[in-house]
Structures are given as structure tokens and as C-alpha cells.
């Protein structure tokens, strides 16, 4: 590893955390350790990706990882974290600034501190602002294009540049950003003023529908697959019998079987091959393809296309 490239490294974004265990940084808790994790601040996020290309070194960028598996065998390379610890959003009228690294929640909660509404169905999901827009995550009717106006993204060679809502080509689960492989760095979104009570009502009301109906007592990545055309990835689980089913500490929970958890001591191979076995089962009994809503990085211990085959 390039002594000049850490050196460097540390002069923009502050310490390198070396052999970094990835169970510390997702919901799933499990993951192997990371050659080289940095934090930085968002100003810092296009110097650190032109540095890794001029030293050819790669690189992967996480947010709260909470919608990602990490492999037993960790990442090979750079991960940049972009969790906001001390970051805040700026709000202007209508519209409110946020630093990708801040999390949905806490971005929510801006809103409704400013009566605004529009991001209610975001306050439990557990990931960051960037994080959900280049998956255009949502949830009770609602998503992230509902509420986007622009973003500013960093592509592979650290440039910034601005796209509009419909540049940045939201649909479900997709985004521009995701099939380019840019980074997110900063976004814009433009809600409408309401009355707090409301929207305090509205959140609490959706608080309590998570928490009756989704297993949050376990790690987990949220929903794990993600919904095919015409029918509900929980549903066809639950009719093809492997409500419960485990993989080693890994299970189909059996309080909503659209999440895969962490019941204790499961490791990402566990998770992984519980993913495909259900995947494999749902093909097999009624001829849907259910595809993981889940990202999988980083080196697992058997490659997924050996046990398509």
C-alpha cells in the first residue's frame, strides 16, 4: 500500500482506520474488514475520489449501510464513509439543503421542527440522504422523487456537477446515480409547508405501523427484495413456506417475511445463501424472480454465479 497515498489520504479526510471490521457499519451487522475506511466531511468528498484516481487506488462509498452485505472477507481497498455526525441541513423556505451523509430521520425531523411536510414516510427509514436518493428509497406511498428538486453529484473522476429531479432519472429502486456510479454529494429537496401537529401525527401514526408489522428487534437491512411486477416479495415468501426458514443465524423473519435478520451470530455467507435459497424456492414454486433490493460488496466466500449455475 502506497505510504504517500495514506499520507495523503489522512491530510484530507483525517484518520485511516486500517483492517476496519464492516460489522460495525451496517444494519445487518456482519462483514468482514475493510482494508482502509475513511470519514470525510462533504467538502472533502471530491478531493478524496480524484486522489484515489490518481493513485489507481479503489474505492467503494457507504452511507449508514443499511441496505447493504458486506462479505466475511471484508473490502478490498478504500471505503468512504459518508455518515454526518456533525453536519446539519439548511433550510430556505420551502426548500431544505442536506449534506448526503445526514440521515433520513434526523432530516425529517428538521422538516417538521420547520412545518414542513412531504418527508414523513422517510422518518423511519434507517438510511442517509444519499443513500436514498440514488435508490430512490421509499415507503407508505411515498419516495424520494415525491420530494427531490435537484442533487449535486461527484462522478468517477471528482467532478461535480448539478441534475435536476428529472436528470437524475428516479424510478423504483434506480437512479441515474446508481447505473453511472456517481456519488452524492449534496441535495436539494422541496416540500410544502403544513402544520406540525399534522405531520408530528402522520409520523408517529407510520412509527407505529413499522414497529407492529417489522421485525426492528433484529438486524436486519430492511426489505430485503425487492417488489416484482404484480405481486408483494413478503407474500410469496410466506406461500412458499419459508416463513422462519434459517440459514445458520440467519432467518426469513417470521414477523414479516420480506426481511431476511440477524437473529445472533450470523455471518454474511449465512445471509447470502438464505437470499438465493428463498429466491430459488419463490422461482421454483410459482415462477417469479425475486431480485435482492439488498447490495452485496465485498468477498463472500463462494461467487453468487457458481451456485446460479
Known amino acids: 500500500m502506497d505510504r504517500q497515498f495514506l499520507e495523503e489520504l489522512e491530510k484530507i479526510a483525517g484518520p485511516v482506520l486500517r483492517q476496519e471490521p464492516m460489522s460495525g457499519h451496517t444494519t445487518f451487522r456482519v462483514g468482514g474488514p475493510a482494508d482502509m475506511l475513511v470519514r470525510p466531511r462533504t467538502e472533502q468528498l471530491a478531493p478524496v475520489i480524484r486522489l484515489c484516481q490518481r493513485y489507481g487506488e479503489s474505492y467503494c462509498v457507504i452511507g449508514n449501510g443499511s441496505n447493504l452485505l458486506v462479505g466475511d472477507g471484508g473490502i478490498r481497498g478504500l471505503v468512504i464513509e459518508t455518515l454526518a455526525r456533525d453536519e446539519d441541513a439548511t433550510v430556505r423556505g420551502e426548500r431544505i439543503e442536506a449534506g448526503a451523509g445526514m440521515l433520513l430521520s434526523r432530516t425529517a425531523q428538521t422538516a417538521l421542527a420547520h412545518g414542513l411536510c412531504g418527508m414523513e414516510f422517510a422518518a423511519g427509514i434507517p438510511g442517509t440522504v444519499g443513500g436514498a436518493v440514488v435508490m430512490n428509497a421509499g415507503a407508505y406511498g411515498g419516495e424520494m422523487k415525491d420530494i427531490i428538486e435537484s442533487a449535486v453529484v461527484i462522478d468517477r473522476d471528482g467532478n461535480e456537477r448539478e441534475l435536476s429531479a428529472g436528470e437524475l432519472e428516479l424510478d423504483y429502486r434506480s437512479s441515474c446515480i446508481l447505473r453511472n456510479g456517481y456519488l452524492v454529494k449534496q441535495v436539494v429537496l422541496h416540500l410544502t409547508p403544513g402544520e406540525p401537529a399534522a405531520i408530528r401525527a402522520r409520523m408517529e401514526e407510520l412509527r407505529i405501523q413499522r414497529t407492529s408489522k417489522q421485525p426492528l428487534e433484529c438486524p436486519s437491512a430492511g426489505s430485503t427484495f425487492k417488489r416484482p411486477q404484480g405481486y408483494f416479495a413478503g407474500k410469496l415468501i410466506m406461500d412458499a413456506g419459508m416463513r422462519g426458514y434459517r440459514v445458520g443465524g440467519a432467518q426469513v423473519s417470521e414477523k414479516h417475511c420480506g426481511f431476511v435478520v440477524n437473529t445472533g451470530g450470523a455471518t454474511a455467507e449465512d445471509i447470502r445463501k438464505l437470499i438465493w435459497d428463498v429466491s430459488g ?26 451456485e446460479e449455475d
Open 281 to 306: 424456492e419463490v422461482q421454483r414454486q410459482f415462477g417469479v424472480a425475486l431480485e435482492p433490493e439488498v447490495k452485496m460488496i465485498g468477498e463472500f466466500t463462494r461467487d453468487t454465479a457458481e
